[in-house]
């Protein structure tokens, strides 16, 4: 199911399909890391709902709601081994 990362739970994954945004926000959220096919992990939410913490390509980043709006994911699910299979946990 494809969502925001916006929308995307604490503790759940995505892999991303598309980064938004006007020209200067995507290419910022681009050179972060933030590409298709990367593998997002939501670790906080901050305790006022904004901002959000998440946990990517070996590191932390902090990240605006209004700007995680911006990309789009697909949900995906660890299976017992502890790797990432696509698809939500059933």
Do not use: C, W
């Amino acid at each position: 199911m494809n969502m925001t990362l916006r929308e995307l739970g604490v503790g759940r994954s995505g892999r991303v399909l598309q980064v938004g945004g006007e020209r200067v926000l995507r290419h910022r959220l681009l050179e972060m890391g933030i590409t298709p096919r990367t593998v997002i992990t939501v670790k906080k939410i901050a305790p006022m709902g904004d901002p959000v913490e998440l946990f990517l390509r070996g590191y932390s980043l902090t990240l605006r709601l209004a700007d995680a709006n911006n990309i789009t994911v697909e949900e995906i699910a660890e299976d017992t081994s502890g790797n990432q299979e696509r698809g939500a946990a059933a």
